[in-house]
């Protein structure tokens, strides 16, 4: 499930852009004058999900009065990475078993789950499974190692709303309600199940914005062995009219490769 360097990379969470004081006012004499960080002239942030592989990236970049900074947050929901604390399930079938008044009922969920990336570390997904010859849909959420989901079975009214925790070798264990009839039971699903994946924040080490275009640059942190070192390369353009209308490039050099925007608020060039 490994994609090569060049075909991944970027992202970022909002900055917090500090303005404190080297000196606090109470050291100061008294009608001493205070001097307040200038704003930024020029904010380029962005929030997206990419497509071919399924990523999804967080920028913000600043840009005046002789500074160049920002920060990036990204995740790859199809790399795996151990260690990050952000899952995605894994491809192929999986088993499901489910434990109620001391008896166990096996399920399997199929493969071939649908995966939409809501943000940089929350992944909804969406499949069917069967149990015998019971078939069920299945659609949920995995935000960072937390699951929460909902089985609903074919032709009937019940339904079962799960909520579990992933283990780091891809297990998850949780506890599930049914409703028509109102049953409280627990779940468990095997190791590999869910990967870690790629995630990683890193800040902006040079970055220009002009008019609606933003370009920068990171290197890949610690927090990625596989990938660590590595510098990515970004440009971005603010469409003005919606995500759909915003372009986003990365690579290690030029030129750069165009992924799709699927999702998230896009690019704002201001």
Known sequence: MKFSRKHMYAAALPLTVGGLLATSAAALPVGAAVRHPLPPRHVATGSMALAGPLQYEQFRALQGFGR??????????????????????????????????????????????????????????????????????????????????????????????????????????GTAKAVNPAQDLTFTMPAGTFASVLHYIAPIKADQIRGRDVAFQFVIPKAAPDLAGIKVFVKAHDGGWGPRHDRYAEGTGIPLRPYPIIGGPGVTVR
């Open 68 to 173: 160049h900074y920002g920060v990036v947050e990204y995740t790859n929901w199809e790399y795996a990475e151990p260690g990050t604390g952000v899952y995605a399930p894994q491809s192929g079938a999986h088993g499901l078993e489910f434990v109620y008044g001391g008896s166990t009922y096996e399920h399997t969920l199929n493969a071939g789950l649908k995966l939409r990336a809501l943000s940089k570390d929350r992944l909804a997904f969406s499949g069917t499974g069967f149990s015998g010859s019971q078939t069920w849909r299945i659609f949920g959420q995995v935000h960072r190692s937390w699951l929460r989901s909902t089985i609903a079975y074919d032709g009937q009214a019940y339904k079962v709303f799960l909520t579990g925790k992933v283990a780091a070798d891809g297990s998850v264990s």
